[in-house]
């Protein structure tokens, strides 16, 4: 027969920590405290292979699992000289769910398993102690009423409520033997109420109704819904853990409580917890009375009473234990406890969860305490989570009222009033005002109010809308497709939740969890990033040489180099700061908009010839050639890629009349005339029209252009004596005729400024690789290019053939229905994208093995694509200057990873 339960008693473990899939991780670990001395009650584990059985077998119990369970209970009867359904002598378990994966109060226990009318009684005479036995039973009518028949908790919460009422009782401790007793009445009645059905006298009967709801407790909705979010899988069952009752509800020598070997908070070493006197369960957690804290070290105030001063002798065996119990697991652990007149035993003991901070400084700790290596340590930290230190966020303890929710776009907080523009959003920031920047949406021309913004927020357009894209770019907090948030751009108004806010109002946001406030909530900077920025002394930012210590650690691992996408000076200048070894993308584009230049561009746009379009971009040319100056400096030393112009020409076509009309002053165009050239540079599909490298081979003095302006730059600074290292990419090549055309004028560009200005430069040619036809073609491509950069936003769209800018009316409900595993716009998409990924990278390097590679798109910052990357064996990832850090770290965790 299948065996499916495993003892833990005196004589013997038959579990241990490794089993966590088949005993679920609770199970695993009562089975391994057993195991090295720690005091738990005798007890078994059902196997979570008897829950899938039980599943398989539509809600039937599997042959043979009842008679495991009769010998287990028999085990703990000999063990304890009880029986369970005695009059006498009863013995009480509790049986407790337990999944592979901790999944916090998603699923179901019930306590004191074995009580009756009878049994009560013999409870109450054995230990003399009648308000204890009523206590414990009416506390098992609720829980099993609850999770075997579903009856809602608040029949009886109610119930009890009247009765503290009636006998003028602020705390259930304040009820007596006999209250108690009359409420285990009501109780009984109102489970009969609620299910038809006496309450079960047959302790048998409850135990078996018992284990098949708590496997049962695996499919409630409330957990079905945190595996989808935590992407765990619905086929591992729970496993049911049956464990002798220990009682500390017993009085005040009783206690029960919950405990964390370190600050889940702050990562600080000091012991931590709270604890409730003559309670059983949950009830800290729930609330019913203010718990009190479990060392002088962890309590928040002096007039605190503590667990280490009122039960001093279980405080020490507790303090033995966390010890003992962390140099096992070698991580912070998460304990749950019960003091049994004096007596202290473990009923629960697992792998804390903890802030980002928190686990920073654990893990460098560990590393200094010689308990675990530098390797571990990198691989406990989350890159994800680095988010949260790097950001500004609010102080937990402000008040707040919810104005709406949306996409936590990109991490942060910020308060501010509303701006509807972004030229408004500039003048306002001018003045010295915080400014939240609110649109439905927004598009490249309100890049300059989201810069002078300190948050973004729209209701339109998901994570990788150009709000979220440029917000995570620029580090700023953004909110993106708040659907139920009205814009009303004419009368000036914001409204949602029934709140109606003015443009000028103070609003919120919390891009790290998505919620808007109305009003401005107090924020603090992160110390780490003013630490990293120059803004604070090291020494004064106590968390700062943690995170220093071990990015260091991750940087001696790590293989891939880290760049970063910046377009601007102080972007470059942040980035570099984070951590940044070079640019691997520079747009171009933005710095068409800035200013005066706009005007420009549109000129060249509107010009009718060549030479028109030659002089209005000789107007251009040397501000851009400032820029390119002002980004070489700051990354002196170090590879800057410039991406050569890429977006549809259109998107820098004036928007108002009152624009086309200045625009026609100053060429000289009637604005007729240029609203008809405006109309027909309108494309039915942009996002595969005239845009990228067919722009320049159209016109080719755009590209003329900008090489110019790039070499001058170049050259410039080195006759300065500053190193500079230019990497010229051409966008979107499908053809290996389109990069030859663009390679040839930018290198007859390079040598025309070499010979004017005498001064040699280095620079390489190279392209993206974001047409899928680029991929397949990469060994004919490599011939020409000297490096190449995956473009992996436009590479996803293009090969899934899905605008990500309309992605959003399907792509989730794609994910939720399992159709895709994650959103490929934020994970690669390993099978497909990167398919062709690995296939680039094969022919590429065949061609020109010292061929240089590297990743640009959004996913340069996401640690699950940059592990892919690593396993491609790129040179680089770029992302975006805040996430750096985070790329650096996911780095070295792939490359630790990939060691194995
Ligand atoms: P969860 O997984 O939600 O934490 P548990 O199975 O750990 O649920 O049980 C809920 C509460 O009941 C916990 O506080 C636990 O310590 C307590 N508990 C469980 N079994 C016993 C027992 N045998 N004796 C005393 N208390 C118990
Ligand atoms: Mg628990
Ligand atoms: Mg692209």
């Known amino acids: 027969m299948k065996k499916y339960v495993y003892c833990f008693d005196s004589q013997g473990t038959e579990g241990n920590a490794k089993m966590r899939n088949l005993l679920g991780g609770k199970g695993a670990n009562l089975a391994e405290m057993n195991r090295i001395g720690i005091p738990v009650p005798p007890g078994f584990t059902i196997s979570t292979a008897a829950c899938v059985e039980y599943f398989k077998?539509?809600?039937?119990?599997?042959?043979?699992?009842?008679?495991?369970?009769?010998?287990?209970?028999?085990?703990?009867?000999?063990?304890?000289?009880?029986?369970?359904?005695?009059?006498?002598?009863?013995?009480?378990?509790?049986?407790?769910?337990?999944?592979?994966?901790?999944?916090?109060?998603?699923?179901?226990?019930?306590?004191?398993?074995?009580?009756?009318?009878?049994?009560?009684?013999?409870?109450?005479?054995?230990?003399?102690?009648?308000?204890?036995?009523?206590?414990?039973?009416?506390?098992?009518?609720?829980?099993?009423?609850?999770?075997?028949?579903?009856?809602?908790?608040?029949?009886?919460?109610?119930?009890?409520?009247?009765?503290?009422?009636?006998?003028?009782?602020?705390?259930?401790?304040?009820?007596?033997?006999?209250?108690?007793?009359?409420?285990?009445?009501?109780?009984?009645?109102?489970?009969?109420?609620?299910?038809?059905?006496?309450?079960?006298?047959?302790?048998?009967?409850?135990?078996?109704?018992?284990?098949?709801?708590?496997?049962?407790?695996?499919?409630?909705?409330?957990?079905?819904?945190?595996?989808?979010?935590?992407?765990?899988?619905?086929?591992?069952?729970?496993?049911?853990?049956?464990?002798?009752?220990?009682?500390?509800?017993?009085?005040?020598?009783?206690?029960?409580?919950?405990?964390?070997?370190?600050?889940?908070?702050?990562?600080?070493?000091?012991?931590?917890?709270?604890?409730?006197?003559?309670?059983?369960?949950?009830?800290?957690?729930?609330?019913?009375?203010?718990?009190?804290?479990?060392?002088?070290?962890?309590?928040?105030?002096?007039?605190?009473?503590?667990?280490?001063?009122?039960?001093?002798?279980?405080?020490?065996?507790?303090?033995?234990?966390?010890?003992?119990?962390?140099?096992?697991?070698?991580?912070?652990q998460d304990m749950e406890f019960t003091i049994q007149k004096g007596k202290l035993w473990m009923l629960q003991t697992r792998t804390g969860k903890r802030t980002a901070m928190a686990a920073i400084r654990i893990a460098v700790d560990m590393v200094e305490e010689d308990l675990i290596t530098r390797e571990e340590a990198i691989m406990r930290v989350e890159p994800d989570k680095l988010d949260q230190l790097l950001h500004e966020r609010f102080d937990p303890k402000a008040k707040k009222r919810l104005f709406g929710v949306g996409i936590n776009a990109s991490p942060g907080a910020a308060s501010g009033v509303i701006a509807l523009d972004p030229d408004k959003a500039v003048t306002w920031a001018k003045e010295g005002k915080s400014v939240i920047l609110v649109r439905t949406e927004t598009s490249p021309d309100d890049f300059h109010g989201m810069v002078a913004a300190k948050g973004i927020l729209t209701s339109r357009g998901g994570s990788t809308s150009h709000a979220a894209v440029v917000a995570r770019g620029i580090g700023k907090p953004c909110i993106a497709g708040a659907e139920k948030i009205e814009i009303d751009y004419s009368n000036h108004l914001v409204v949602s939740n029934g709140i109606t806010l003015k443009e000028g109002d103070e609003i919120s946001i919390d891009g790290s969890v998505g919620e808007i406030y109305v009003g401005s909530v107090l924020t603090g900077s992160s110390e780490i990033t003013a630490v990293i920025l120059g803004q604070m002394k090291p020494e004064e930012a106590s968390m700062y040489s943690y995170y220093d210590k071990l990015m260091t650690w991750a940087d001696d691992v790590r293989r891939l180099g880290i760049r970063t996408n910046s377009d601007t000076p102080h972007d470059s200048w942040t980035a570099r700061k984070f951590g940044a070894e070079g640019i691997g993308l520079c747009r171009t584009e933005h710095m068409f908009f800035e200013g005066d230049r706009i005007l420009a561009v549109r000129e060249m746009i509107f010009a009718s010839d060549p030479e028109g379009r030659k002089k209005a971009l000789d107007k251009i040319r040397p501000m851009q050639q400032k820029d390119f100056e002002d980004i070489f400096k700051e990354m002196e030393g170090l590879p800057v890629t410039i991406r050569l112009l890429d977006p549809p020409l259109h998107e820098f076509l004036p928007h108002t009349n009152e624009e086309y009309e200045e625009l026609s002053k100053r060429i000289g165009i009637p604005v007729e005339e240029l609203m008809r050239r405006g109309q027909q540079l309108k494309?039915?599909?942009?996002?595969?029209?005239?845009?990228?490298?067919?722009?320049?081979?159209?016109?080719?003095?755009?590209?003329?252009?900008?090489?110019?302006?790039?070499?001058?730059?170049?050259?410039?600074?080195?006759?300065?004596?500053?190193?500079?290292?230019?990497?010229?990419?051409?966008?979107?090549?499908?053809?290996?005729?389109?990069?030859?055309?663009?390679?040839?004028?930018?290198?007859?560009?390079?040598?025309?400024?070499?010979?004017?200005?005498?001064?040699?430069?280095?620079?390489?040619?190279?392209?993206?690789?974001?047409?899928?036809?680029?991929?397949?073609?990469?060994?004919?491509?490599?011939?020409?290019?000297?490096?190449?950069?995956?473009?992996?936003?436009?590479?996803?769209?293009?090969?899934?053939?899905?605008?990500?800018?309309?992605?959003?009316?399907?792509?989730?409900?794609?994910?939720?229905?399992?159709?895709?595993?994650?959103?490929?716009?934020?994970?690669?998409?390993?099978?497909?994208?990167?398919?062709?990924?690995?296939?680039?990278?094969?022919?590429?390097r065949k061609t020109r093995p010292e061929l240089k590679i590297g990743i640009c798109g959004e996913h340069g910052g996401n640690p699950q694509s940059i592990e892919f990357c690593d396993e491609l064996n790129l040179d680089y990832v770029s992302c975006s200057p805040y996430r750096v850090p985070i790329a650096r770290l996911a780095a070295a965790q792939a490359k630790l990873k990939h060691q194995k």
């Open 683 to 844: 494309e039915v599909n942009p996002m595969l029209g005239h845009r990228g490298c067919r722009l320049g081979v159209v016109h080719p003095e755009i590209t003329e252009m900008q090489s110019r302006a790039i070499f001058t730059a170049a050259a410039n600074l080195i006759k300065k004596g500053v190193k500079v290292i230019p990497e010229v990419m051409v966008p979107l090549v499908g053809l290996k005729a389109e990069l030859d055309d663009q390679e040839q004028i930018i290198r007859r560009v390079a040598e025309e400024i070499q010979r004017e200005t005498n001064i040699p430069f280095e620079y390489k040619v190279g392209t993206m690789i974001e047409v899928p036809r680029a991929a397949l073609m990469a060994d004919k491509i490599a011939e020409t290019a000297e490096f190449f950069s995956f473009g992996t936003n436009d590479l996803t769209q293009m090969t899934f053939g899905m605008s990500r800018d309309d992605a959003g009316k399907f792509l989730p409900l794609y994910v939720e229905r399992g159709f895709c595993r994650v959103d490929p716009f934020q994970s690669i998409d390993r099978d497909g994208v990167g398919q062709l990924m690995g296939i680039g990278v094969e022919k590429g």
């Open 57 to 332: 077998l539509n809600n039937k119990l599997p042959y043979g699992l009842m008679n495991q369970v009769q010998e287990g209970i028999l085990r703990i009867e000999k063990n304890m000289a009880r029986k369970l359904g005695d009059y006498k002598n009863p013995l009480l378990v509790s049986v407790r769910s337990g999944a592979r994966i901790s999944m916090p109060g998603m699923m179901d226990t019930v306590l004191n398993l074995g009580l009756n009318d009878k049994s009560v009684i013999g409870l109450a005479k054995e230990t003399e102690n009648p308000r204890f036995a009523y206590d414990s039973y009416r506390r098992f009518i609720q829980m099993f009423g609850n999770v075997v028949f579903g009856i809602n908790g608040v029949h009886f919460e109610k119930a009890l409520d009247k009765k503290k009422e009636e006998t003028g009782s602020a705390y259930d401790t304040d009820l007596t033997a006999e209250d108690l007793k009359n409420l285990v009445e009501r109780f009984k009645q109102i489970f009969k109420e609620q299910s038809n059905k006496a309450f079960p006298q047959d302790a048998w009967e409850q135990l078996t109704d018992a284990i098949m709801a708590v496997f049962r407790s695996w499919n409630t909705k409330r957990a079905a819904d945190y595996r989808r979010v935590n992407k765990i899988s619905d086929d591992w069952g729970t496993a049911v853990n049956i464990v002798t009752m220990v009682f500390g509800n017993m009085g005040d020598d009783s206690a029960t409580g919950v405990a964390f070997t370190r600050d889940p908070a702050t990562g600080e070493k000091r012991f931590f917890g709270e604890f409730l006197k003559n309670a059983q369960g949950e009830d800290v957690v729930a609330g019913i009375r203010t718990p009190q804290p479990i060392s002088k070290a962890g309590r928040s105030s002096e007039d605190q009473i503590t667990l280490e001063e009122e039960l001093p002798e279980a405080y020490k065996d507790l303090e033995a234990i966390y010890k003992k119990l962390e140099k096992h697991y070698r991580d912070m």
